[in-house]
């Protein structure tokens, strides 16, 4: 009788064994890795950081809490515009988060990033990406060359700076998650991950560097495709 139970559990403990590895062999499976390519399409909804962007796993539309229609091509500008964002997590708790900590989202595909509290597309996307966002800065008046107060009435509020929007071009490495201004000295930082690329624009002149930082951009990417899980 002894035996028996002996050999039952051994059978027991081999027939888990078979269990435990087909699961892991299922989970290799899904999380099958598949290289960049312009055709990729990242999954819609909310980034809530920048980790999820690098596992093409964002918040779906199905579990963000709102009363606009999931339809309205403007869905995430609409929720984005209030001061919070109402969601379920994984096991339905409901949580909050602040729209100006949403890392951004994908819509029909394409990725929009969180820029001084708005969102833009990221047009070129690689291991460095590159696009395009506006930046505010405030100026004092009374520090401006251009500041002239003919006449001053103690009596009337007046305006201690005024905000100055211009257009401008980043670089988002892909390894750390860093947004960087669109510089030859940002590009050299990130191509130290390629000691030899990184060596060869070194050795430019600064005229030359500023002329081939967007070359230099499509070679690193190139050489050092992205991948993401395969949908």
């Known amino acids: 009788m002894t035996g ?9 403990g081999l027939i888990f064994l078979v269990l435990v590895n087909h699961c892991v062999s299922s989970q290799v499976d899904s999380t099958e890795l598949v290289e960049y390519t312009t055709d990729f399409q990242f999954k819609e909804g909310l ?33 984005l515009s209030k001061l919070k964002v109402f969601y379920y997590d994984n096991i339905g708790n409901r949580n ?18 969180n ?3 708005d969102f833009f597309r990221i ?8 696009f395009i966002a506006s930046h505010t800065t405030y100026t004092n008046y009374y520090n401006s060359p251009y500041y002239y107060n003919s006449y001053y009435d103690p009596y009337r509020m007046h305006p201690s700076s005024y905000p100055t929007t211009e257009m401008r071009q980043y670089l988002l490495d892909f390894t750390t998650g860093r ?9 050299e930082a990130i191509l130290m991950q390629d000691p030899e690329l990184h060596d060869e624009f070194v050795a430019l002149s600064k005229k030359k560097k500023k002329q081939l930082k967007f070359i230099y951009i499509r ?13």
């Open 219 to 231: 070679k690193f990417n190139s050489r050092n495709p992205l991948y993401f899980p395969k949908n």
């Open 115 to 117: 820029i001084d509290d």
């Open 123 to 130: 047009t070129l996307i690689g291991a460095i990406c590159h």
């Open 47 to 79: 980034y809530l950081n920048f980790n999820q962007i690098k596992t093409n796993s964002p918040l779906p539309k199905s579990r963000i809490i709102s009363t606009y229609d999931y339809n309205d091509p403007e869905f995430f500008d609409k929720v």
């Open 179 to 187: 947004v960087l201004d669109y510089n030859f000295e940002s590009l």
């Open 96 to 113: 909050e988060l602040k729209s100006d900590n949403i890392w951004g989202y994908s819509r029909n595909g394409f990725l929009y990033i």
């Open 4 to 12: 028996t139970i002996f050999i039952m559990r051994l059978l027991a």
